[in-house]
């Protein structure tokens, strides 16, 4: 449950006090939705000022249930800071798997390859470059994809966790 210190859309929380965490929360909401064109200038200063007066859970529901379902309401979404490292960090786990696969590979191939060849069948047709290249280009993308800046898309995309 995000910020609050229990879910506010469910009945039996109603009576519970509201702390200084569970305001922010609504105000961070409220930001969301006047971000997103949900609420305009009139409306989000007088939610705003309301959610800053929340005493009990119960009162958070009136506030805010239009903006959205209580579901994609109490998702949490990341700093911007944090979202461009997480996927950062996301891409650099691809080209480690993608690197680390093409080298198993390749060694894989090549040991067939030498073992074939020196069983009699000689060293005339390198076979194992076709599929080196093939997990290759799998290397050659992540590795582009690595370099890239992070995107406002991407930013956009929900978390997996």
């Given at each position: 449950?995000?910020?609050?210190?229990?879910?506010p859309?469910?009945?039996?929380?109603?009576?519970?006090?509201?702390?200084?965490?569970?305001?922010?929360?609504?105000?961070?909401?409220?930001?969301d939705?006047?971000?997103?064109?949900?609420?305009?200038?009139?409306?989000?200063?007088?939610r705003?000022?309301?959610?800053?007066?929340?005493?009990?859970?119960g009162?958070v529901?009136?506030?805010?249930?239009?903006?959205?379902?209580?579901?994609?309401?109490?998702?949490?979404?990341?700093?911007?800071?944090?979202?461009?490292?997480?996927?950062?960090?996301?891409?650099?786990?691809?080209?480690r798997?993608?690197?680390?696969?093409?080298t198993?590979?390749?060694?894989l191939?090549?040991?067939?390859?030498?073992?074939?060849?020196?069983?009699?069948?000689g060293?005339?047709?390198?076979?194992?470059?076709?599929?080196?290249v093939?997990?290759?280009?799998?290397?050659?993308?992540?590795?582009?994809?690595?370099r890239r800046?992070?995107?406002?898309?991407e930013?956009?995309?929900?978390?997996?966790?």
């Open positions: 449950m995000a910020g609050f210190s229990a879910n859309f469910k009945l039996e929380n109603a009576s519970l006090r509201a702390g200084m965490s569970d305001r922010d929360e609504v105000a961070r909401i409220l930001s939705a006047y971000a997103e064109g949900k609420l305009d200038d009139l409306e989000y200063q007088e705003l000022e309301s959610a800053l007066r929340i005493k009990l859970l009162e529901r009136p506030l805010v249930i239009d903006l959205g379902s209580p579901k994609h309401l109490l998702a949490r979404r990341e700093p911007p800071a944090v979202a461009v490292e997480r996927i950062r960090a996301e891409k650099r786990s691809e080209l798997r993608a690197v680390t696969t093409w198993g590979l390749a060694l191939f090549n040991v067939i390859y030498l073992v074939t060849a020196l069983t009699g069948a060293l005339h047709y390198y076979w194992p470059i076709w599929p080196m093939g997990v290759g280009i799998w290397v050659v993308t992540a590795l582009a994809d690595a800046p992070v995107s406002p898309k930013l956009e995309r929900p978390r997996d966790d």
